[in-house]
């Protein structure tokens, strides 16, 4: 079944002795992004409250993975928390916004779900592209130098991923901008509690205190390495074999290191003053959108 025909037939109505209801979405809403920008952070604070159920496994990408899509909506549906509690139910996915590279994901999950309340954090693009690209090395999806990723920014996939308001473009053809939030890490940081409530609210659950939680740090990078082929096999194994299986973190943990065995550890990089030029240059443009349309404070972002 092709995708055109597969999304509007889940949408449709049953009828019950007369009586009209349409079929329950699950979930209600979803983080969609900026890789690199917090979300690991928000899943966990969303997961902390009594009424909100987050998948088991973070990274779904059920919307921008054909091998995904393919399993089927009952596949997809089966990854959530099924308590009577909940009023919200939610993933985190940020490859559902890697336009170009991952297209069409907004008018999918609109089809799916157009009512679904979508959450995107947006992060000095600047750090986001050191960040994205030590956490592509840590994974062993990139293994290039730094200054290799500068030779054509235009084709590096992780560079679109920072031009937020183009991100967010693709769901706002689809989707009412009411149900979309927009955050700043930048906001996060300085006022983390306050944003959690303003989610709360968003979503539509109780106030509830996470202070336990968001005095936490999440997914910070940590030590990075350049693995070795042997390391680089064991990752892609666990990509395709463990990652999207609901198993414990400390089982997961075990892979990375393993693959870390005999790997060079990376420093950050430190971005030279025409690399910085470059990348304010492709950003510019979209952060000064993005601020127009959102109310994102961005002009700090490209200060000295």
Do not use: C
């Given at each position: 079944?092709?995708?055109?025909?597969?999304?509007p037939?889940?949408?449709?109505?049953?009828t019950?002795?007369?009586?009209?209801?349409?079929?329950?979405k699950?979930?209600?809403?979803?983080?969609?992004?900026?890789a690199?920008?917090?979300?690991?952070?928000?899943?966990?604070?969303?997961?902390?409250?009594?009424?909100?159920?987050?998948?088991?496994?973070k990274e779904l990408n059920?919307f921008?993975?054909?091998?995904?899509e393919?399993?089927?909506?009952?596949?997809?549906q089966d990854?959530f928390?099924k308590?009577?509690?909940l009023?919200?139910?939610?993933?985190?996915?940020?490859?559902?916004?890697t336009?170009?590279?991952?297209?069409?994901v907004?008018?999918r999950?609109?089809?799916?779900?157009?009512?679904?309340?979508?959450?995107?954090?947006?992060r000095?693009?600047?750090?986001r592209?050191?960040?994205?690209?030590l956490?592509?090395t840590?994974?062993?999806?990139?293994?290039?130098?730094?200054?290799e990723?500068f030779?054509?920014?235009?084709k590096?996939?992780?560079?679109?991923q920072?031009?937020?308001?183009?991100?967010l473009?693709?769901?706002?053809r689809?989707?009412?901008?009411?149900?979309l939030?927009?955050?700043?890490?930048?906001r996060?940081?300085?006022?983390?509690?306050?944003?959690?409530?303003?989610?709360?609210?968003?979503?539509?659950?109780?106030?509830?205190?996470?202070?336990?939680?968001?005095?936490?740090?999440?997914?910070a990078?940590?030590?990075?390495?350049?693995?070795?082929?042997?390391?680089?096999?064991?990752?892609?194994?666990?990509?395709?074999?463990?990652?999207?299986?609901?198993?414990?973190?400390?089982?997961?943990?075990?892979?990375?290191?393993v693959?870390?065995?005999g790997?060079?550890?990376?420093?950050?990089p430190?971005?030279?003053?025409e690399?910085?030029?470059?990348?304010?240059?492709?950003y510019?443009?979209?952060?000064?959108q993005?601020?127009?349309?959102?109310?994102?404070?961005?002009?700090?972002?490209?200060?000295d």
């Amino acid at each position: 079944m092709t995708t055109a025909t597969f999304w509007p037939t889940f949408s449709k109505k049953y009828t019950v002795l007369g009586i009209a209801f349409k079929m329950k979405k699950i979930p209600n809403f979803i983080v969609i992004g900026a890789a690199r920008s917090g979300t690991t952070s928000l899943f966990q604070y969303l997961d902390a409250h009594p009424q909100i159920g987050m998948s088991p496994v973070k990274e779904l990408n059920f919307f921008s993975r054909p091998a995904y899509e393919k399993k089927g909506v009952n596949w997809y549906q089966d990854r959530f928390p099924k308590r009577d509690n909940l009023l919200a139910i939610g993933e985190a996915s940020t490859s559902y916004t890697t336009y170009p590279y991952a297209p069409d994901v907004a008018a999918r999950i609109a089809a799916y779900n157009p009512e679904i309340r979508l959450i995107y954090v947006v992060r000095n693009p600047l750090e986001r592209y050191i960040s994205h690209f030590l956490q592509r090395t840590k994974a062993g999806t990139e293994t290039r130098q730094f200054d290799e990723t500068f030779q054509d920014l235009e084709k590096e996939t992780f560079t679109w991923q920072g031009r937020y308001y183009y991100q967010l473009s693709q769901y706002l053809r689809v989707f009412p901008k009411d149900q979309l939030l927009v955050i700043s890490f930048d906001r996060i940081k300085s006022d983390t509690n306050q944003v959690v409530q303003d989610l709360y609210h968003f979503l539509g659950v109780s106030e509830f205190s996470t202070e336990e939680v968001t005095s936490k740090t999440h997914n910070a990078a940590g030590n990075v390495y350049r693995k070795k082929l042997f390391g680089l096999l064991v990752l892609r194994f666990y990509r395709a074999y463990i990652e999207q299986r609901n198993f414990p973190f400390r089982f997961k943990k075990f892979f990375s290191t393993v693959a870390n065995w005999g790997a060079i550890p990376v420093d950050k990089p430190v971005l030279k003053p025409e690399q910085r030029q470059q990348l304010i240059d492709f950003y510019r443009e979209d952060s000064q959108q993005l601020s127009d349309t959102f109310s994102i404070p961005t002009k700090h972002w490209f200060d000295d």
